[in-house]
């Protein structure tokens, strides 16, 4: 894994993720993630933890970015925040998971205004995350705040097209996100495809 992680990383990602989320197949649980470029921020993914275990986490593997991917409140967002700035330093980000389908109100989103750093919007399925399959990416019309977005959801080699269309919108897309369609198994990627993905975007 450490080896994979450092050939990913070769690739300058703006951001790397780490799931912290024990029933996740691709839970991290090595001691240490392997030095990254210091223009790479790392991630902590974290489904329904404790504050106590996030500020863990973030404290130990010195994290970036805290991406909430459960059901996680406004109120337990304000809190974090507040223990985030007491205990490190203002330079983090957090980010709320929102699960999209067809029928989505993004209404849900708008108690976490200016709450968090940015969403992501991720294809709505049995599990969280990680379910391979994108969602009717014309459903962001209907997005109306100016709170940054990550796109998720199952995006591979062959969404390159439809995302450059999407990228030429107004929609404030801050990054794509990308994992199950560049696995050859849970957690490891192919770093061919994913060479192929950076230079055909």
């Known amino acids: 894994m450490k080896h994979n992680i450092a050939e990913v990383a070769k690739l ?10 024990e029933k996740s197949p691709r839970f991290f649980d090595l001691e ?5 470029s210091l223009g790479i921020k790392k991630v902590g993914v974290f489904v329904n933890a404790t504050i106590e275990e996030i500020l863990e986490t973030f404290e130990k593997y010195n994290l970036d970015v805290i991406q909430l991917h459960g059901n996680e409140t406004k109120e337990f967002v304000l809190t974090l925040n507040m223990y985030l700035r007491l205990k490190f330093w203002d330079g983090y980000e957090v980010w709320k998971v929102f699960p999209v389908d067809d029928s989505f109100d ?15 919007f991720d294809t709505k399925g049995d599990n969280h995350g990680g379910n391979g399959k994108t ?5 962001l019309k209907n997005y ?5 977005f990550l796109l998720s959801g199952g995006i591979g080699l062959e ?5 450059k269309e999407l990228l030429k ?3 404030p897309i801050h990054a794509i996100d990308v994992n199950s369609k560049f696995e050859i198994e849970p957690g490891l990627k192919n770093i061919e495809d994913l060479k192929r993905f950076k230079n055909e975007l």
């Open 12 to 21: 300058q990602p703006d951001y790397l993720g780490f799931i912290f989320y």
């Open 32 to 36: 240490e993630i392997p030095s990254l």
């Open 106 to 120: 993004f209404s849900k989103t708008r108690d976490f205004v200016k709450k968090v750093d940015a969403f992501l």
């Open 135 to 139: 969602f009717n990416w014309e459903v």
């Open 144 to 148: 109306k705040y100016e709170t940054p």
């Open 159 to 163: 969404e390159v097209d439809e995302l």
């Open 169 to 171: 919108t107004d929609l």
